[in-house]
């Protein structure tokens, strides 16, 4: 199908309707990001998107220091999907210092400052 946006736009695009879109490579078969023209595990070219699950967990966490009237400190994390790639987060919903390394998470399509983003919330039960 033709599209006439490229890769990021395309995750861009997704993520303003709420979804977030991986690629897959039609050749090996495995996610990528950042979205991209070819695979960078085998340089496949035929990628598709699909709806990714949401389900994850930390792979890094760090607080970052913000003053109480502009919000409060917050957290930027990297989160690795169950999808197998990784990206930059952040985890809503918890304290920041309770975002520890292998907390499940579900991502979310949401938006930071205005701009489309991907967050995440601690995973129930
Ligand atoms: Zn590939």
Redesign the pocket.
Known sequence: MGNPLGPDATFRDGLSKGQINLQQ?G????FIFFPRIN?P????TSLTWHPASGKGEVHTATTVRRRAEKGGDYNVSMIELAEGVRMMSRVDGIAPLDVKIGLAITAFAGEIDGIPAVLCKPAEG
């Open positions: 490579c050749n090996c078969d495995q695979c595990h085998c340089g496949g």
